[in-house]
Structure formats: C-alpha cells, structure tokens
C-alpha cells in the first residue's frame, strides 16, 4: 500500500493490460484493494483520494506476442509507460542481447512510435553498455530506470561504517567489551557482491546481533 508506481512485467496482449490497470486502481475505475494504514503514514491521508490518479501503470514489453499486440496494448485506458525490457525483447527477436541489429532497434522504434501515437511514455528498463543514452532519447524515449547495485552497496557501507563507530564509542565508554566488540565486528564485515544483497543481509544481521547484545 502506498505505492505510486508498478511495474509489471510480460504484458503480452490487451487482456493483460487491462487486468494491470485494473489492480492498479480502485474501484469503479479498477479493483485495487483498499490498505490505507501504510500509505496514510507515508503519503498522508489524500493518498486514496488521488490514488486513481498518481499511481503510475508501466506496463514491460518483452516479446514477440506483445510486438503482435502493440497497439491493441497501447489502447487500454490507464497505461502510463510501455517499458522495454531490452535483454528480453533481443531475445524473443532471436537476436539475443545484440543490441544495435537492425531487427531490435526496428522494435524500438516501432515502439516509440506508437507510444507517440497512444499518448503513452515509452521506456527503457535499463540503456544497453556501451550504448549513448541519447540515442534513445532521439528515437522517442523518454522514461528510464538506473543502475542502483552500487549505490545501495555504497548506502550499506556508511551503515556499517556507522554500526561501527557506534561499536566503538560503547566501548570507549566501557559499556561494551572487547570480547563482545570483536564478535559484532566480526558479523558485519561483508562480502561485496554484485547486487549488494548478501551486505545488506549482513547489516540486518548484525543490526539484530547488536539488540541481543545489549540485552
């Protein structure tokens, strides 16, 4: 509750979509369930009055059946972004992950047409390696999502650093020993991995390790 976007991947034909909007709204215009407790906290009590509204449908495209449906897809009231997910499209295009053959930016061009057409906001769920971004913002498109693995591993790191020097203020203190101190240590030294997951279970780790310290 409380979100104001989703994005759903795989839509292939009209019937998709609508059921995506559908769920993406509250009735009469859809059938999105009502959780306000959440986004009352967050976004503050208006957030259900405009819901219908703000909350943004991004609908991915990915394969071939949904390159057969294009239009019909960019019909249904309530899309707000068609979003290419380009691995899988080069793929469903049997030009796997070539991104610069001619049958895959054909696609996206055809694509960003037609988003142009419908009133809808085509997008890129990530820009290829190596590629200009530019480029795809001449060919029409306008929304794009960004890399984030290394700036959430960069986000933990402070955390760490953070658990760490609080760590050693409480020892300082003498409120902590350093029996206990070189165990919490011990717990969040990390492992950096592409997408960061592994540290940032290691922060909760140490994070709840840190409470039943204190106990």
Known sequence: AGSFGIICPMINTRAEAEAFV????????????????RAGWVH????FKNANETVLAIAMIETKKAMDNLEEILSVPGIDVLLVGPSDLSINLDVTLEYTHPKYVAALDRIAAAC??????????????????NQFVQQGFRFFTVPWARWATE?????????????????SKGRLTQEVYERAMSLITPTTTYDGFDTVDIVVEAVFESMDLKE
């Open 116 to 133: 142009a057409n419908a009133g809808v906001v085509a997008g890129m769920y990530f820009i290829p390696p190596g590629l200009d971004p």
């Open 22 to 37: 559908g769920a993406c709204r509250y009735a009469p215009t859809g059938y999105r369930s009502f959780g306000p407790v």
């Open 155 to 171: 986000g933990v790191q402070r955390g760490l650093a953070t658990i760490r020097k609080n760590y050693e203020s409480t020892v």
């Open 44 to 47: 503050g009590a208006d957030y």
